[in-house]
């Protein structure tokens, strides 16, 4: 399993392999050390360039052997001095440890070590060596951590044993060495150039300029090791202390306690059992338990668990840089497991993670605590000191500076898109970054898809109008019969992350520093005084949306392209019965092209793969395993192989194109205008195109930062590149290659046929029985959901009489949306009792004419 989670495979010893028939005694032992993939590249650059002098926090003679024995292996110049490694044992090993000898070796361009903790500084006189030195030297920080042991804030017994986790004793390191070596690591930081140095501020005296290296250097190893073993641990009752003194949450309790005349106790106690409710009780221990557990899981579950070795890499170094903020999609509960087992065994803290209060159950919640889980409620609107007190939560996880993970989404999805960001947790993180509870804040975007879904089939239930199972004990002893399963392959790819503040300065420049937090948090207690930053207000909240945005629009950027999301795209896209073998090679070809074409990960074993699902490949490979699931038909007739969705499997089967749809959106908006009005003035396809994009803002994302027209024009090109329209003499008209321009067109179809069966189900229920028009009998106002159950039930006739093609079109959460576009644009408002009544105007002539617009791209 090691070898299907990518990263600790490939950076277990790095190079390692270049002298795999040298032996040696310390081989067992230090073989398994996971290390950075690109240590030894760097490392020989450096060498090429110049002298290498190591630096570790202390001295310790077990990091002199593991660095000189991985120069060993990697052929690079060896490890011949250590400055200032005392003792018997360096002494029986002819470890040199003078300066003599540690000049010597510099001059002889071999490598040597020194600590930052360990006697006389070493910088001033390195810095003397190197004026006198014709070649460069190069400090290199290096983290050799033999226990993940996390710091604690109270001392213990245990301490005067082992001694403190950043200055273990010799008897605790020996211990973590054997007690740990196989998940052992090394971190290699930013290599400084002495002589590039002296050559900046070659006028300072090395005394000084020797304590700002030496400075540097412990702030740097003090990050590395923070991101590795975590910040330093506060009791449960410490950290209550601390969150209930924060200002922000005080000044809130006490506006509360004055405007409903409670007891200032009385609020307290409230806030304090919200904390209760809400917070973690996080045990680097007990994920030490557990990631035994999940490996052989996962080992159970999947085929293998794709990671983005250099996305990882770069993860690793914003932790060690700022908090981060992991923002993955949500398809699957194994999601949070997967990413706390993965940031675990590479050497990263395990995140905090904000998950809903309804799976706090027993025993699971409990479990989830420990594993770093806080809870949420659903909903907190109204409820000042829940909301207060969250912030106050969420603020003390950044200033402590531990990693925390949330979804944009808020749920699961169940459609296979990436939903539409919820804000309210960017919120709190942002106003805790304007509190200053850290220089900068950095969101990481995190697309993890599957070739199988785990929850495929209660989703389709779901969709279909079926009502969410609640979490409990008796679904969670119910897991045993997915562990007897098989579910494919897992990808996991980060895109770059988001930094909090260059994002401010890059949308509000010098307003960013005028920016204020919400009134739950630290605004000015008065209206007043609230009213005299009407701009603020607004920047805060553009700034909030717009790193909304960002973030949502990395994660579809990360999103992998699998072998079973070309397919479904494939088959779905079309109206008839089946797809020859040779038809879906060119869609699946097409598809492949156009995402190439904009950077799209892939599936490493789509490289170079054939798409003919005949030729023995990943496309044939998918295509076995959707008829082997019962989810897609084989034929054989007249020589040709015929591929046929099983009718009532295309909901199942529509997830996995939803998964890679938004790649296509915007060739599929022109390609259906184009389709739609058969050729006519650009003006008019353009306008037409803009208001399919308008009517299914809803259900994608478009591309921040580029407009309607530039997206517009960019598609038009590629759709003409591609043979799909012909543009010339300021007309679009459909291109000589028919087949690519329908593909193309039909990717929305089950969206506008699902948003004309809402038009249509909101139009029938405000008219009088069994007729059209308004009339006596019609109802003033409707529920949301039994509008959904009326567009559902409306959905099942249409298809069952042929009105609806598609039954994926069937879908309820497509339908909430239509009704929820109807209430954004007015067609539907709220009423008594949070029911929604249609405007009149609505339902005489714009809803008519919506329905008739639409009904051009389906044909009537």
Same mark, same amino acid.
């Given at each position: 399993?090691?070898?299907?989670?990518?990263?600790?495979?490939?950076?277990?010893?790095?190079?390692?392999?270049?002298? +795999?028939?040298?032996?040696?005694?310390?081989?067992?032992?230090?073989?398994?050390?996971?290390?950075?993939? /690109?240590?030894?590249?760097?490392?020989?650059?450096?060498?090429?360039?110049?002298?290498?002098?190591?630096?570790?926090?202390?001295?310790?003679?077990?990091?002199?052997?593991?660095?000189?024995?991985?120069?060993?292996?990697?052929?690079?110049?060896?490890?011949?001095?250590?400055?200032?490694?005392?003792?018997?044992?360096?002494?029986?090993?002819?470890?040199?440890?003078?300066?003599?000898?540690? /000049?010597?070796?510099?001059?002889?361009?071999?490598?040597?070590?020194?600590?930052?903790?360990?006697?006389?500084?070493?910088?001033?006189?390195?810095?003397?060596?190197?004026?006198? !030195?014709?070649?460069?030297?190069?400090?290199?920080?290096?983290?050799?951590?033999?226990?993940?042991?996390? $710091?604690?804030?109270?001392?213990?017994?245990?301490?005067?044993? &082992?001694?403190?986790?950043?200055?273990?004793?010799?008897?605790?390191?020996?211990?973590?060495?054997?007690?740990? &070596?196989?998940?052992?690591?090394?971190?290699?930081?930013?290599?400084?150039?002495?002589?590039?140095?002296?050559?900046?501020?070659?006028?300072?005296?090395?005394?000084?300029?020797?304590?700002?290296?030496?400075?540097?250097?412990?702030?740097?190893?003090?990050?590395?090791?923070?991101?590795?073993?975590?910040?330093?641990?506060?009791?449960?009752?410490?950290?209550?202390?601390?969150?209930?003194?924060?200002?922000?949450?005080?000044?809130?309790?006490?506006?509360?306690?004055?405007?409903?005349?409670?007891?200032? %106790?009385?609020?307290?106690?409230?806030?304090?059992?919200?904390?209760?409710?809400?917070?973690?009780?996080?045990?680097?221990?007990?994920?030490?338990?557990?990631?035994?557990?999940?490996?052989?899981?996962?080992?159970?579950?999947?085929?293998?668990?794709?990671?983005?070795?250099?996305?990882?890499?770069?993860? *690793?170094?914003?932790?060690?840089?700022?908090?981060?903020?992991?923002?993955?999609?949500?398809?699957? !509960?194994?999601?949070?497991?997967?990413?706390?087992?993965?940031?675990?065994?590479? =050497?990263?803290?395990?995140?905090?993670?904000?998950?809903?209060?309804?799976?706090?159950?027993?025993?699971?919640?409990?479990?989830?605590?420990?594993?770093?889980?806080?809870?949420?409620?659903?909903?907190? $609107?109204?409820?000042?000191?829940?909301?207060?007190?969250?912030?106050?939560?969420?603020?003390?996880?950044?200033?402590?500076?531990?990693?925390?993970?949330?979804?944009?989404?808020?749920?699961?999805?169940?459609?296979?898109?990436?939903?539409?960001?919820?804000?309210?947790?960017?919120?709190?993180?942002?106003?805790?970054?304007?509190?200053?509870?850290?220089?900068?804040?950095?969101?990481?975007?995190?697309?993890?898809?599957?070739?199988?879904?785990?929850?495929?089939?209660? &989703?389709?239930?779901?969709?279909?109008?079926?009502?969410?199972?609640?979490?409990?004990?008796?679904?969670?002893?119910?897991?045993?019969?997915?562990?007897?399963?098989?579910?494919? +392959?897992?990808?996991?790819?980060?895109?770059?992350?988001?930094?909090?503040?260059?994002?401010?300065?890059?949308?509000?420049?010098?307003?960013? =520093?005028?920016?204020?937090?919400?009134?739950?948090?630290?605004?000015?207690?008065?209206?007043?005084?609230?009213?005299?930053?009407?701009?603020?207000?607004?920047?805060?909240?553009?700034?909030?949306?717009?790193? %909304?945005?960002?973030?949502?629009?990395?994660?579809?950027?990360?999103?992998?392209?699998?072998?079973?999301?070309?397919?479904?795209?494939?088959?779905?896209?079309?109206?008839?019965?089946?797809?020859?073998?040779?038809?879906?090679?060119?869609?699946?070809?097409?598809?492949?092209?156009?995402?190439?074409?904009?950077?799209?990960?892939?599936?490493?074993?789509?490289?170079?793969?054939?798409?003919?699902?005949?030729?023995?490949?990943?496309?044939?490979?998918?295509?076995?395993?959707?008829?082997?699931?019962?989810?897609?038909?084989?034929?054989?007739?007249?020589?040709?192989?015929?591929?046929?969705?099983?009718?009532? *499997?295309?909901?199942?089967?529509?997830? &996995?194109?939803?998964?890679?749809?938004?790649?296509?959106?915007?060739?599929?908006? %022109?390609?259906?205008?184009?389709?739609?009005?058969?050729?006519?003035?650009?003006?008019?396809?353009?306008?037409?195109?803009?208001?399919?994009?308008?009517?299914? $803002?809803?259900?994608?994302?478009?591309?921040?930062?580029?407009?309607?027209?530039? %997206?517009?024009?960019?598609?038009?090109?590629?759709?003409? +590149?591609?043979?799909?329209?012909?543009?010339?003499?300021?007309?679009?008209?459909?291109?000589?290659?028919?087949?690519?321009?329908?593909?193309?067109?039909?990717?929305?179809?089950?969206?506008?046929?699902?948003?004309?069966?809402?038009?249509?189900?909101?139009?029938?229920?405000?008219?009088?029985?069994?007729?059209?028009?308004?009339?006596?009998?019609?109802?003033?106002?409707?529920?949301?959901?039994?509008?959904?159950?009326?567009?559902?039930?409306?959905?099942?006739?249409?298809?069952?009489?042929? !009105?609806?093609?598609?039954?994926?079109?069937?879908?309820?959460?497509?339908?909430?949306?239509?009704?929820?576009?109807?209430?954004?644009?007015?067609?539907?408002?709220?009423?008594?009792?949070?029911?929604?009544?249609?405007?009149?105007?609505?339902?005489?002539?714009?809803?008519?004419?919506?329905? !008739?617009?639409?009904?051009?791209?389906?044909?009537?």
């Amino acid at each position: 399993m090691d070898d299907a989670s990518g990263s600790p495979s490939t950076a277990r010893a790095a190079g390692a392999e270049t002298s +795999r028939g040298r032996g040696g005694l310390l081989d067992r032992w230090f073989r398994p050390v996971q290390v950075p993939e /690109e240590a030894a590249g760097t490392l020989a650059d450096l060498a090429a360039r110049g002298s290498l002098v190591f630096v570790t926090r202390a001295a310790g003679l077990l990091n002199f052997l593991y660095l000189a024995w991985l120069l060993r292996r990697w052929n690079l110049p060896p490890l011949r001095a250590a400055l200032g490694l005392r003792g018997p044992l360096p002494w029986l090993l002819r470890i040199r440890s003078s300066r003599a000898s540690v /000049e010597a070796a510099l001059r002889g361009r071999q490598s040597t070590l020194v600590f930052l903790e360990n006697g006389a500084d070493p910088f001033p006189w390195l810095l003397d060596v190197q004026r006198r !030195h014709a070649g460069a030297v190069f400090l290199v920080p290096a983290l050799l951590l033999w226990s993940r042991r996390a $710091k604690r804030l109270e001392g213990s017994f245990w301490d005067i044993l &082992y001694g403190s986790a950043e200055r273990p004793s010799r008897f605790a390191t020996l211990a973590a060495f054997v007690l740990n &070596y196989k998940r052992a690591l090394l971190r290699l930081g930013a290599p400084l150039d002495l002589s590039a140095l002296i050559a900046e501020r070659g006028g300072e005296p090395d005394a000084l300029l020797g304590r700002k290296v030496r400075g540097a250097l412990h702030h740097h190893l003090a990050r590395q090791t923070r991101a590795v073993v975590g910040p330093a641990l506060k009791s449960p009752r410490r950290m209550r202390d601390k969150i209930l003194r924060d200002r922000s949450l005080r000044a809130t309790m006490a506006r509360v306690a004055q405007e409903a005349g409670r007891p200032a %106790a009385s609020v307290e106690a409230e806030a304090e059992k919200d904390l209760a409710e809400i917070a973690s009780r996080y045990s680097p221990a007990f994920i030490e338990l557990l990631r035994p557990i999940l490996s052989r899981i996962f080992a159970r579950l999947y085929d293998r668990v794709e990671v983005d070795a250099a996305g990882l890499a770069r993860v *690793k170094r914003a932790a060690a840089e700022s908090p981060i903020v992991l923002c993955p999609s949500h398809k699957s !509960h194994v999601d949070y497991l997967m990413l706390s087992w993965l940031f675990y065994v590479n =050497g990263i803290t395990p995140p905090h993670i904000a998950a809903g209060i309804n799976l706090s159950f027993w025993p699971f919640g409990a479990i989830a605590r420990r594993g770093g889980a806080f809870f949420i409620r659903r909903s907190m $609107k109204g409820d000042r000191i829940y909301t207060a007190t969250l912030r106050a939560y969420v603020k003390q996880l950044l200033r402590d500076g531990f990693p925390q993970e949330f979804y944009l989404e808020g749920g699961r999805s169940r459609t296979g898109k990436l939903l539409f960001p919820k804000t309210g947790l960017f919120s709190m993180e942002v106003d805790a970054w304007v509190e200053g509870a850290a220089q900068d804040v950095l969101f990481v975007p995190v697309a993890v898809d599957y070739e199988r879904l785990m929850e495929g089939g209660s &989703y389709a239930r779901e969709l279909a109008g079926g009502e969410k199972q609640k979490e409990s004990l008796r679904g969670l002893l119910g897991t045993w019969k997915v562990l007897r399963r098989r579910y494919g +392959r897992v990808y996991v790819r980060f895109s770059a992350p988001v930094s909090l503040r260059a994002l401010a300065q890059e949308r509000l420049g010098a307003r960013a =520093g005028a920016l204020a937090p919400d009134e739950e948090g630290a605004a000015p207690a008065s209206a007043a005084a609230r009213s005299a930053l009407p701009s603020t207000t607004g920047d805060k909240r553009e700034l909030v949306q717009a790193l %909304a945005n960002r973030v949502a629009f990395g994660i579809a950027q990360a999103i992998t392209l699998t072998p079973v999301g070309l397919a479904a795209t494939a088959l779905l896209s079309h109206r008839r019965r089946g797809l020859s073998a040779r038809e879906l090679a060119a869609r699946v070809d097409l598809l492949r092209a156009v995402a190439a074409q904009d950077g799209a990960p892939f599936a490493p074993d789509l490289q170079g793969a054939p798409s003919d699902p005949c030729r023995p490949g990943p496309m044939a490979d998918a295509l076995v395993r959707l008829s082997r699931e019962r989810l897609v038909e084989v034929h054989e007739a007249a020589g040709e192989v015929i591929y046929r969705v099983v009718e009532e *499997k295309r909901p199942v089967l529509d997830f &996995y194109r939803n998964n890679v749809i938004h790649r296509y959106v915007s060739l599929a908006l %022109a390609a259906a205008a184009v389709r739609a009005l058969g050729g006519d003035e650009a003006g008019q396809v353009r306008e037409r195109a803009r208001f399919l994009s308008r009517l299914l $803002k809803l259900e994608f994302m478009y591309q921040s930062g580029l407009s309607f027209d530039e %997206a517009f024009e960019a598609s038009v090109d590629r759709l003409s +590149r591609l043979g799909a329209v012909a543009a010339e003499g300021g007309r679009i008209a459909p291109g000589r290659d028919a087949a690519v321009l329908e593909f193309l067109s039909e990717m929305i179809r089950p969206y506008l046929e699902a948003y004309r069966v809402a038009g249509e189900a909101v139009l029938a229920a405000f008219s009088g029985p069994g007729r059209s028009a308004p009339g006596e009998g019609a109802p003033v106002a409707l529920d949301r959901r039994a509008l959904v159950r009326e567009a559902m039930e409306r959905g099942r006739a249409g298809f069952l009489s042929g !009105h609806v093609a598609l039954r994926e079109a069937l879908s309820k959460a497509t339908l909430e949306n239509a009704v929820e576009w109807l209430t954004q644009r007015g067609a539907l408002a709220e009423a008594e009792n949070g029911r929604l009544a249609l405007d009149p105007q609505w339902r005489e002539v714009e809803l008519p004419s919506l329905l !008739h617009e639409i009904g051009r791209h389906l044909g009537g």
